[in-house]
């Protein structure tokens, strides 16, 4: 059974941080591609930060240089820290997990399992 928990999110000002942390409980970490993912009230999901398949990070054009991914895979753990936030960061930020098998998915569709999500407010 697979599960995925989110935590860290809140309220900062412009220029604040947070640090996101997501937990894979169930199956070995190392095989399974990971991402973060965020969703705006009215918007699409979009991709944040995704997990290739040598394990090496790729960024949305729209964090990169302020958003950092970083795994510890001895605990199962998927961390975000997220520096010089603006208020277009505002969204649910979730985490995702997909079976590794070959290339990772790059689509928020093509992710098999999904945490709650934990809501990202940055005020003006």
């Known amino acids: 059974h697979v599960q995925l928990v989110e935590s860290g999110g809140g309220s900062v000002p412009t220029g604040g941080s947070l640090k996101l942390t997501c937990v894979l409980s169930?199956?070995?970490?190392?095989?399974?591609?990971m991402g973060w993912f965020r969703q705006a009230p009215g918007k699409e999901r979009e991709e944040v930060a995704l997990?290739?398949?040598?394990?090496?990070?790729t960024y949305a054009d729209s964090v990169k240089g302020r958003f950092t991914v970083s795994e510890d895979t001895a605990e199962s753990m998927l961390y975000l820290q997220m520096d010089s936030l603006k208020p277009e960061d505002t969204a649910l930020y979730y985490c995702?997990?997909?079976?590794?098998?070959?290339?990772?998915?790059?689509?928020?569709?093509?992710?098999?399992?999904w945490g709650q999500g934990t809501q990202v407010t940055v005020s003006s």
């Open positions: 997990s290739d398949s040598d394990s090496n990070p």
């Open positions: 995702a997990a997909h079976p590794r098998d070959g290339d990772c998915p790059l689509r928020p569709s093509d992710f098999r399992y």
């Open positions: 169930g199956p070995t970490y190392d095989n399974y591609c």
